[in-house]
Structures are given as structure tokens and as C-alpha cells.
């Protein structure tokens, strides 16, 4: 029997036709429209699902409101103090290091190049060191101060309160009626002094913070990555919050603060994570007030790293919860304006949304299939407004903030949406973890982000560095979670239920992103230290 012959071209455009005619049937079939009733067990599994969607968009939402704050104050912001000190105060420059032996040289060279009188500023290394960069950094202030450089070297020999502690130890001998703080990542700018300490002629201004920038911003996928993320907080947030009046805090470095506003305020406290946050709390409660300066710009390192920017990002978020539970009671009973409690509780509770992001993992499965019989129509009135509030809210957030950094090439930043969602979907599991230990009251210690000098595109072996954190079970959760997406993926392909597959992939591909990265630098340097041990022996055994 013959066959018909039928053009390549032709059979192609047919099978597209038929699949885009199934697709099409698929999303607005109604078979089941007036057949299929909701039963009560569908209820408990709906209700509670679209109860954390719905919270989940208000904190949307509140992204929408950062952009319009954006747009209406970007144009107030200060760059120049209003007013000048007839005669310049005494500066205090502190500098917290914690085993940082990759850095603290680059750091106290730059710091060395500060423009400010010497006879006006002391520079103060609060070292906690427990290796060898404790005598190695001890000799550098050392030929420092015979080089005629007002520095002095403060080494504490345990960690008590952690960063919180050793500032509060160091202002036991701090001259300066000004302290400046830079973290041992960052490098501030010849003229940060100078462009700063002028706005503490306004005896009210306790606070003046700069913005961040990076040195390794286009190293890889994730420093591209993290500093997006960043620039929402520096770009969007602080500009509408200072601009509006809002509380705003202080980002812990790259910051000027007043002595006394500190001593005023209970000074560095260390029973949360975020002793920056907490102390900026407090004070603007006794009417101080900051000030942001984003013309300033102060470069620092990204962690380069998986679990590196994991454990970064999860000491924050435990840090701001624990600031919540510490301070939003005296807030929101304060006479303080409803805006400015609003605007607080928004900015110290977004971090819930992680645990929250779970359940919605854990309702996924169970939701498709009770909506398997559900219209198109209804899908579309309920979730497409929850759509836009809660996940088209982040790609606008990060995108104004890429433009208002680079308007020249801002479009760039729509190639890096993808990943950042991935990376937001990377930190769920361990920043859960670290909301549910903030909302319990476990204590944990103060985990420190390795640095290692890395600035540009120029790529750094990490496989023999120090400093690099074993992950745990974590990544193996993750690959878990993310083959259990990837199973709901199937499902919904089955199901044509295929509004969902994107989203569901950026689950599968987030997960997997963060478990098989984490494992594959750890196998790297467990591969490295094998080769170290192997090269040791055998040089012992050529010298026996």
C-alpha cells in the first residue's frame, strides 16, 4: 500500500497546529464546570493555600510601593551636607575583623589612604582573630604606626557579643565623637570622611549610611546575582524609606554613626544577629535621625560561593526576626505615625515568607489535583491577581533598581531574572530554618562570611582556601525538594495543567541549582586537601 508523500514543512506546521489545538482545549476546558462540586477536604486544602498566597502578595505589593517611593524621592536625595562644622570633629574609624587573612591587609591599606586630618582620626583594628591572622595583622598596624598612621591594634581573646561585642569593647577608647565602620570586605573611598561628617552638624542626625557596591559583581552567575538583590535594598528601599520619613537602618558598614547616639540608644547589643538593625531601631525611637547618601559608594566583596551567600543571607534573615520579636511590640505601641509602624513592620517581618513559601511547596501537589476539575475562568480571577502581587512584583522591584544603576544597559538585567528567582528559591530551606530558630529563641553564634580578595572577572582557586564552611545535610535536602518539583512538574504536563509548569521549573531548577553547586565545591576541596595530604607523605617519605 502506498503512502501519501507529504512535505517536511507541512507534517511540522500540522503537528505545531495539533499541539497548540490541545494546549488551547486543555486551558479552557470546562468539562467539569457544572459536574464537579468542591467537597470539605478540597476547602482545608485551598483555604489555607490561598491564605499564604494572599499574605505573600501583600508583602508584593509593599514592592510596588518601594518603586513608587523610588520615583517620587530619588530626586530628593542629599549629596552634599546642608550644613559645614566651622571646625572638624574627631573621627574614629573601626575596623571588626574576625580570621580574615585574604583581606585585612587591602583593608588597612585603603583605610591608611583616608582623607582626614591625622591629628583628627584614629583608626581602631578590633581583631578577634583565633589564627594566624591575629600576629600577622598585629605587625601590619604595627609598621603602620611607625609609618606615622594613627592606628592602634585591639585583640580580644574570645568572642563575646561578636561583632556587637567587639564595637561596644572599642569605644571604651574610641576619641573620635564620630565612628566610622567599614567590614573587612570593603574598601572605603579616599574622600568618605570628608563627604560625610558634615551632616553631623545637625546635632539631631545620628546616622549617615552610603550605598554598597561591588567589586566582583560580574565574577559569576551568583555575584551578578546577589548584587541585584542588593541593589534593591540600596537603590529602592532606602531611598523610599528615608525619603518618606520611614525608619530605615544602618547596613553595618560603609556607615558614619555619632558616638552618643550609640551610648544614647544602650549601645551594640548582641542578642540578635543583626546588631546594626536592632541599634538603628532603637535610636530613630529617640528621635534620631539618619540620613542616606547613595551618591557615596563604597565597593565591597561578594561571596563567590553557594553556601557562602546561603549562610550570609540566613544570619540576616534570623537577624531582622529577631529584631521583630525584639522591638515591633515597643513600635507598633509607640505614638509613633501609622505610616512609619507600617513601613516597620513590613521591612523587619519579610523573611516569614520563606516558611511560608514551604507550605505552599507541601499544598502544591494536593491543590493540583482538586483543580484539576476547576474552569479556566476561575483559575484566571484567582490566581492572576495573586500572580502579579506576589511574583511579577520581584522581577519589577530588581529590573527599576538595574535601571536606575545602569540606564544604558539595563535591559541586561532581564537575562539574570531567571537565576535571581532560582536564588530566592535556593534560600528557602535554610532561611526557614533560620525564621522558625528566631520565632523559638534558639541562639546560635555569629557565622561569618568568608572573603578572599576577590575583585573583577579574574578567577581564584578556592579548592585550598581557608575559611570554607561544611553545608551539612542541606544540599541533599535540596536536591530532594527539587526532584520533588520536578515530579510535580510531570504531574501538571499530565494534568495539561501547564499555567503551572514554569513557575514549578524555576522550583526544580533553583533547588537543583543550590544542592549540586554546594556539593560540587565541596567535592573540589575535599579533592584538593586528598592531593595536599598525598604530596605531604610523600615528600616525608623522600626525606626518610
Not at 468539562?31 to 508583602?59: C, G
Not at 530628593?76 to 575596623?95: E, H, I, Y
Not at 556587637?164 to 568618605?192: C, M, R, S, Y
Amino acid at each position: 500500500m502506498l503512502i501519501p508523500w507529504s512535505p517536511p514543512g507541512f507534517l511540522l506546521a500540522n503537528n505545531l497546529f495539533s499541539t497548540a489545538n490541545r494546549f488551547v482545549g486543555a486551558l479552557f476546558d470546562d468539562t467539569f464546570a457544572d459536574i464537579y462540586r468542591l467537597q470539605p477536604f478540597d476547602y482545608a486544602i485551598l483555604v489555607p493555600y490561598f491564605a499564604v498566597l494572599i499574605v505573600l502578595s501583600f508583602y508584593g505589593i509593599h514592592r510596588y510601593h518601594m518603586i513608587r517611593g523610588y520615583w517620587k524621592y530619588r530626586n530628593q536625595m542629599p549629596t552634599v551636607a546642608p550644613r559645614k562644622f566651622t571646625q572638624m570633629p574627631r573621627v574614629t574609624v573601626q575596623l571588626p575583623i574576625y580570621n580574615e587573612q585574604y583581606v585585612v591587609e587591602r583593608l588597612i591599606e585603603e583605610t591608611s589612604k583616608l582623607d582626614y586630618p591625622r591629628e583628627l582620626l584614629q583608626i581602631q583594628i578590633l581583631d578577634d582573630s583565633t589564627d594566624e591572622t591575629h600576629p600577622f595583622t598585629q605587625q601590619l598596624v604595627a609598621d603602620h604606626q611607625a609609618a606615622g598612621l594613627p592606628i592602634e591594634y585591639i585583640h580580644r581573646t574570645n568572642r563575646n557579643g561578636y561583632k556587637a561585642g567587639a564595637l561596644q569593647n572599642g569605644l571604651k577608647t574610641a576619641t573620635g565623637e564620630i565612628v566610622a565602620i567599614f567590614d573587612a570586605d570593603f574598601l572605603p573611598p579616599v574622600d568618605f570622611l570628608r563627604r560625610t561628617v558634615d551632616f553631623f552638624a545637625d546635632p539631631k542626625v545620628g546616622v549617615v549610611q552610603t550605598r554598597w557596591g561591588y567589586l566582583n559583581r560580574h565574577y559569576n552567575v551568583l555575584t551578578e546575582v546577589q548584587a541585584m538583590l542588593l541593589d534593591g535594598h540600596f537603590v529602592l528601599e532606602h531611598v523610599a524609606r528615608s525619603g518618606g520619613g520611614r525608619f530605615f537602618n544602618f547596613n553595618g558598614t560603609a556607615g558614619i554613626l555619632r558616638k552618643s547616639m550609640i551610648e544614647d540608644a544602650g549601645g551594640w547589643q548582641h542578642d540578635t544577629l543583626t546588631e546594626d538593625s536592632d541599634l538603628s531601631y532603637r535610636a530613630q525611637l529617640k528621635g534620631w535621625q539618619f540620613v542616606y547618601v547613595p551618591s557615596i559608594e563604597c565597593l565591597s566583596e561578594l561571596p563567590v560561593e553557594t553556601y557562602g551567600f546561603q549562610v550570609q543571607q540566613s544570619r540576616w534573615a534570623k537577624g531582622l526576626t529577631q529584631v521583630a520579636m525584639k522591638l515591633l511590640p515597643t513600635i507598633l505601641k509607640s505614638d509613633l505615625p501609622f505610616k512609619v509602624k507600617a513601613e516597620a513592620f513590613f521591612h523587619l517581618t519579610p523573611n516569614i515568607s520563606y516558611p511560608l513559601m514551604i507550605v505552599v511547596s507541601a499544598l502544591m501537589l494536593p491543590v493540583m489535583v482538586v483543580r484539576f476539575y476547576m474552569g479556566w475562568f476561575q483559575m484566571l480571577t484567582i490566581d492572576l491577581p495573586l500572580i502579579i502581587a506576589s511574583f511579577w512584583s520581584i522581577s519589577a522591584f530588581y529590573v527599576v533598581a538595574h535601571r536606575a544603576l545602569f540606564p544604558e544597559n539595563w535591559k541586561r538585567a532581564f537575562l539574570f531574572l531567571p537565576a535571581l528567582m532560582a536564588a530566592g528559591v535556593a534560600l528557602t530551606i535554610i532561611n526557614s530554618r533560620a525564621v522558625i530558630e528566631a520565632l523559638v529563641g534558639h541562639q546560635t553564634s555569629f557565622a561569618r562570611t568568608p572573603k578572599y580578595a576577590i575583585g573583577g572577572t579574574r578567577k581564584v582557586k578556592l579548592e585550598n582556601i581557608q575559611y570554607r564552611r561544611r553545608s551539612g545535610w542541606l544540599p541533599y535536602a535540596e536536591l530532594g525538594v527539587g526532584s520533588f518539583f520536578l515530579g510535580m512538574t510531570a504531574f501538571a504536563l499530565e494534568s495539561y495543567n501547564y499555567l503551572a509548569v514554569p513557575f514549578l521549573l524555576l522550583f526544580v531548577c533553583g533547588y537543583y541549582w543550590a544542592g549540586s553547586t554546594t556539593l560540587w565545591e565541596e567535592y573540589q576541596g575535599k579533592m584538593a586537601w586528598q592531593r595536599q595530604q598525598a604530596l605531604a607523605a610523600a615528600t616525608q617519605a623522600k626525606a626518610a
